[in-house]
């Protein structure tokens, strides 16, 4: 169980265009989800948090109108990068977390995106 | 401010020989601290975390709040566990963000 899945996989756009990537927990609610970016070779660097029904709460320095975020549903967050630019490609991974006993946060598989 | 650090990118070691990854952690007040691993084209999971207190795969890992760690430790490497690392935080209670150390490469060399 637990199991967060990521579409699409990896994506190649245009430079201007705009991207949507979605994070589903295909077995469980969650009201919460994170969006973390991660460039090669480096960490993860948390972007916002996604609260269902709710504004995304935005990390310092992350531009809430280039990186929209709805989460719209108790299994869905989405993530628009408007506008992109190639210093926006990067891998993009969302986390759900899991209400229960533990604190715990589960990972999706990331999406490759690559801005020509 | 919070913050993780992994002092070692790179960390190689043969089969059956001890292997410790190093962490140290700042935050104001107290934090819950975790370990996860990425296996070679997968994705992130939860190897353990301090308050659950288990050995998972053999791997350990004791938070010692005096000198701010969370080393993660096994006695005996295995080739399987060559991966990469990341030491996390978060605060307690609730949907708390992570704050992911820079990552360790673990190989573990026949």
């Known amino acids: 169980g637990a199991v967060v899945s990521q579409h699409p996989s990896w994506v190649i756009c245009k430079s201007g265009t705009s991207v949507k990537i979605e994070c589903r927990s295909l077995d469980f609610q969650a009201t919460t989800m994170f969006w973390y970016r991660q460039f090669p070779k480096q960490s993860l660097m948390l972007m916002a948090t996604?609260?269902?029904?709710?504004?995304?709460?935005?990390e310092q320095g992350v531009e809430k109108d280039k990186f929209l975020i709805n989460h719209a549903s108790l299994t869905l967050s989405t993530l628009t990068v408007t506008s992109a630019h190639p210093e926006d490609s990067s891998f993009y991974i969302c986390?759900?977390?899991?209400?229960?006993?533990?604190?715990?946060?589960?990972f999706g598989p990331g999406t490759r995106l690559t801005v020509l | 401010a919070q913050r993780v650090t992994q002092p070692e990118k790179l960390l190689s070691v043969f089969k059956g020989a001890p292997v410790e990854l190093k962490c140290n952690y700042s935050?104001?007040?107290?934090?819950?601290l975790f370990w996860y691993v990425q296996y070679s084209r997968q994705r992130l999971q939860l190897l353990l975390r301090h308050i659950s207190r288990e050995s998972i795969k053999g791997f350990t890992a004791d938070l010692n709040k005096g000198e701010t760690s969370f080393h993660l430790k096994k006695p005996f490497a295995q080739e399987e566990d060559s991966a990469m690392y990341y030491c996390a935080l978060s605060g307690i209670g609730g949907a708390q963000k992570l704050v992911f150390g820079q990552g360790t490469r673990l190989t573990i060399n026949p």
């Open positions: 996604s609260n269902e029904g709710s504004k995304a709460t935005y």
């Open positions: 986390s759900a977390h899991l209400v229960g006993d533990y604190n715990e946060q589960f």
């Open positions: 935050y104001s007040g107290s934090p819950e």
